[in-house]
């Protein structure tokens, strides 16, 4: 069975670092795009950043220049390199894949066509 599970959340005070991985099994990982969301509480899931097959990546504007998102498909996992850490990062994030093009990643999930989620990881960013 398909899955994928994250991990790598926890408590960072504000300025810190998390990486979190998102490790995929029963998946031919390669052949997918992984996007990044999270979803604070009382506030709807966003798109944090993507990743294409061919390693294309976008971001949030909230987060360019502060998280990185990175392949690696011989060990099955993306990992989503979190620093200068803000309280407003605060959130469960989740990995999600669907197979396309990350500029198409807001239709994909509009649309309802992420067909593999994680269980999310709870990352929690104190003042």
């Known amino acids: 069975q398909a899955q994928l599970v994250e991990s790598g959340g926890g408590l960072v005070q504000a300025g810190g670092s998390l990486r979190l991985s998102c490790t995929a099994s029963?998946?031919?990982?390669?052949?997918?795009?992984i996007s990044w969301f999270r979803q604070a509480p009382g506030k709807e899931r966003e798109e944090v950043s993507c990743?294409?097959?061919?390693?294309?990546?976008t971001y949030a504007d909230s987060v360019k220049g502060r998280f990185a998102i990175s392949r690696d498909n011989a060990k099955r996992t993306v990992y989503l390199e979190m620093n200068s850490l803000k309280p407003g990062d605060t959130g469960v994030y989740y990995c999600?894949?669907?197979?396309?093009?990350?500029?198409?990643?807001?239709?994909?999930?509009?649309?309802?066509?992420?067909?593999?989620w994680g269980q999310g990881t709870q990352v929690t960013v104190s003042s």
């Open positions: 999600a894949a669907v197979q396309g093009e990350c500029a198409y990643s807001a239709r994909y999930y509009e649309w309802g066509e992420f067909g593999y």
């Open positions: 029963g998946l031919p990982l390669e052949s997918y795009l």
């Open positions: 990743i294409s097959r061919r390693e294309t990546t």
